[in-house]
């Protein structure tokens, strides 16, 4: 959900500026949630820091010392908390950071 500010500008929902309201908060919880495991913390942290903006899932097992199944599951946390997506390619699946999706997480808890 987006709040409207001033002259029509668009912002994200800020837990310090007004009460959130339920789909809001449900929202951010879940992004904020997905971010409370240290695997997926890393993964996301890979993710961003990748040279090319997206990393083939295969290349994310020895980096994080989980195996494939976890590391999809990680995956598939990130995804549908709206942070990550993936496109496939013949068998494996290539995943980039949502940047506007991080960006409204550090807004929520601006200032």
Not at 58 to 72: A, D, I
Request: charged share 20%.
């Amino acid at each position: 959900m987006v709040r409207t500010a001033q002259a029509g500008k668009e912002c994200c929902p800020n837990v310090l500026a007004a009460p959130l309201s339920e789909t809001e908060a449900g929202d951010l919880a879940r992004a904020f949630a997905a971010l409370g495991d240290p695997v997926r913390l890393r993964l996301l942290s890979l993710l961003a820091s990748a040279p090319a903006g997206e990393v083939c899932a295969c290349e994310l097992v020895v980096p994080v010392g989980r195996s494939q199944p976890t590391v999809s599951h990680h995956l598939k946390v990130l995804s549908e908390a709206g942070l990550i997506v993936g496109d496939k390619r013949g068998r494996w699946i290539w995943y980039a950071v949502v940047p506007e999706r991080l960006t409204l997480l550090r807004r929520a808890l601006e200032p």
